[in-house]
């Protein structure tokens, strides 16, 4: 038992020793060395470039034009949402004639229709769904065996790893891929669930990274303390740290749609009982998912994304 104990606790730290790059396996093009830091010709306060190529800026992380687009069908619900409350509330204004009921009716029955959207990965408009749906992404290109620097970081790893401890390192390895698939698998199950998790991972899932070098964006205390300590993040953990990043504030998305989803079915079941509808209700809500929807673009091109908005509002 001893002698299995002892097994069981090294493949755990050669668990840890190698870690999982799983995330970034479908975002590599090119292949990182040891990152080297570069306070440039502007003094303390410059941000430092970190990695091997500091001639020329370092890229924003892309994917193809047509993966931004389920995202942007989104981000053009919730503004087009927007819009129909502020047409309500111009309506509140007006007298409470026959024809203003009418109108108000025909703006709610609008909104349920554009809150009550069940799929972003084709043109918002029925008749153009079936003419421009999304590509499927080839998943096979997406493991980390076809990820340089996966693989890259894991041959570093070997070369610390002692002889005896090689198989524990190829069974980590084995582990990395298993659980990849595993969360591949989940997420599929989790975007048949909820079409803007399957539009914003549609995205995320095709992104390219520059892992040549990034920049360090912190203070000049900071970054002395950081380079005087060896304390630099690798590219490689920058990449997740983005793609956790994105993950976070695409969840705040979900969970603020979810809420107008709600206050809006809420609202109009008032309304059908004669309650009244406050629109004030409904637009605190929509406010609050276009921040959050705005904050997930943030990461992406300007340029990038009003090409898409313009795309998307001529489907």
Avoid at 59 to 88: G, N, S
Avoid at 99 to 121: C, D, H, P, W
Wanted: glycine share 2%; aromatic share 8%.
């Amino acid at each position: 038992m001893k002698v299995h104990g002892d097994s069981f606790d090294r493949r755990r730290v050669l668990k840890k020793a190698l870690s999982s790059f799983v995330y970034m396996s479908t975002l590599v093009t090119t292949t990182s060395r040891k990152a080297l830091a570069d306070t440039g010709s502007e003094g303390d306060n410059a941000l430092p470039i970190i990695g091997n190529n500091k001639k020329s800026a370092p890229k924003k992380p892309f994917a193809p034009a047509p993966a931004l687009l389920p995202p942007t069908r989104v981000k053009y619900t919730i503004e087009e949402a927007i819009q129909l409350v502020k047409q309500l509330q111009q309506l509140d204004d007006a007298s409470d004639s026959l024809s203003a009921g009418n109108a108000k009716n025909e703006i709610i029955m609008r909104l349920k229709m554009t809150i009550g959207v069940t799929s972003f990965m084709s043109p918002l408009l029925a008749e153009n769904a079936s003419k421009s749906k999304a590509s499927p992404i080839d998943e096979s290109i997406m493991k980390p065996s076809k990820s340089k620097v996966y693989q890259e970081t894991y041959n570093e790893k070997l070369k610390d790893i002692s002889p005896v401890d090689v198989p524990y390192a190829f069974l980590a390895k084995t582990g990395d891929y298993r659980q990849f698939d595993q969360l591949q698998r989940r997420q599929r199950k989790l975007e048949k669930l909820n079409p803007i998790r399957e539009a914003f991972n549609y995205y995320t899932r095709q992104l390219q990274f520059d892992t040549e070098y990034y920049i360090l964006n912190a203070s000049a205390e900071v970054k002395k303390q950081m380079i005087r300590n060896d304390a630099l993040p690798d590219i490689k953990s920058v990449i997740v740290a983005d793609l956790d990043l994105r993950d976070l504030v695409r969840n705040q998305v979900l969970d603020t749609f979810d809420d107008v989803k709600f206050e809006l079915e809420y609202q109009v079941k008032n309304y059908e009982k004669g309650n009244g509808f406050d629109d004030k209700e409904i637009m605190a809500v929509l406010i609050h998912a276009k921040s959050e929807c705005d904050r997930w673009f943030d990461f992406i091109s300007e340029e990038d994304v009003r090409t898409a908005m313009a795309v998307v509002a001529n489907e």
